[in-house]
């Protein structure tokens, strides 16, 4: 087990092991009363300060090589910690939206720590158990298209205002899970090697739609790749009259993916992506590849004048409907290109085939040890 604590314990640190805060916490003191510190560079005292007294910090008892050790001195832990949090009281901040509130917006940033945190020190979250039905559900559909919702700030100048959330849903395809693109002959783009297996679906989406400034709070149309609030993602599959509905944070994957600023996106997805194969994979290739993945003609709905615009507005030079995009290196189309990423971490599904006993299922990714695991309840429909 890993507990995650609030912490008040830094301004007792000892003067001498102040020489370790080069290195980044997201230590782990163990009973003994010894931090153990992974051996990262590039944080300052201060970071190191707010980080801890914001309570990103866990016990663990495992030993690993590639952590280094602080060890606390006189001090016993039950001198520097006040209050345990549980990891379910993680999960809720980590699904807080920011827009609700700014305290609200930083619990959430708080949540996001903590999720990075726990991962950090964390396995590969195992293959989901509604992993298989849903898929072979999904390939009943001719074209898998789902509803997609989340939340709104109704009053555009206050987007951080309480008050005044609506809620927002519109239909999306489904694009495959992530990082296990389906080969398509007409595709041209290199395609990633199997390495990965994952249960994230994807969508694409246009970085100037609405539900990208909705989804990450903040954003503007040039935003790029970035880890947004909640969503639930809603499938009807009439064959199986089964109905899913996915829930958990969504990520963006822009044209920065592969650099430095990115970081938190790739690190916050990689612990749901499993190994499966040792060739080298890449990020941005996997986002041309979703690029190549569409019709010349889809391609080109990316050159369209900025959706939800007024058609009387004159569009700018090389914008415009009906283009047909084959370069996939378009710059424009490129541009506004983005995949999204849903990670359920909880999923309910109501299987209707049978009128007189419908069935209902609750799967739920619990924070256990050093990593997570699904449960998995059948509950009254
Ligand atoms: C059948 C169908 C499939 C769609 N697929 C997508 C999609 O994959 N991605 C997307 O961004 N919009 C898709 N749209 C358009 C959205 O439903 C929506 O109109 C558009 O994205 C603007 O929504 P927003 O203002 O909430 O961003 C689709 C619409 C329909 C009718």
Redesign the pocket.
Known sequence: MIYPVLLFCVPTFPERDKSAFGYDIHGTPSMEGTFKLPRKQGYTLFQIIRRLAIGTCFFSHERDSEWGNLNLGSCRRPKYLRTRVRGVAIINLVNLNFSMSPAVGRLQQLGQRLRHSIMACGNTVPAAPWREAFLSHIEQLK?P?FTLSSLHSANPSEPSSTSHLVP?A????Y?GMWASLAPNPKNSAQLNPTSFQTDLPT????AR????S?MFTGSDPDSLSNVGGPVEAVFWFPESMTQWRLRGPIFMIGPDIDSAEASPVKEELMPYMRRVGTSEWNWSRELTAHFGNLSPLMRGTFRNPP??TPVTQKPEAGLGLGQVVEDLKDEIARKNFRVLVIVPEEVDRVDLSDPERGRRWNYRLDRAGNGAEWSEAELWP
């Open positions: 074209q298209t927002r519109r239909t999306v395809v694009r969508v694409t989406t246009d739609m609405k539900k990208v909705e959706p939800g």
